[in-house]
């Protein structure tokens, strides 16, 4: 217990979540089963938010756990769930080019240290204040325009979305009706 006197509860904290973080990435990436992918992806999403809450960003925690956690890998573990046959799917290309991947990640992980241990970080007072309320006044006051132009086009893609949906439900010959026997 004497190598832990010296060390800030902090710190362990934070490279507890940053290790879980990069565990899980590498299983996502290096796991054969999609399944254990995904719940890998699991790990990855939760350490991400845990990161958030730590140093304070308390909206963009909460927001990672309710839309990426809560909702797409719900999905997405939905999706692997359902779909039928997935164990019997052949991987044509598993780790054909490793060596390489490796040594490319290898060269940004050394340049990535290098870039982080030469820069002087600027040290600043963690503040309690949650961030929330800084976040509804900016949206509010200065980025009022974009804010209302992000909402009006996600609008125009929903209302797109639909229309092409409609159209391919149209398009598409139900059981009654002649052509149906090609699509069998």
Known sequence: MEILQGVNPGALVFFGLAALVVASAAGVALSRNILYAGFSLLGTLGGVSGLYLYLGADFLGIAQLIIYVGGILVLILFAILLTNKI??????????SLPVGGGVAALILLTLAYIATQTSWPQTEAAATPTTARLGDAFLREYLLPFELVSVILLMALVGAMVIARRAAKETPRPSEPGYERLI
């Open 87 to 96: 164990g019997e799917v052949n991987i044509s290309n598993a780790s054909v």
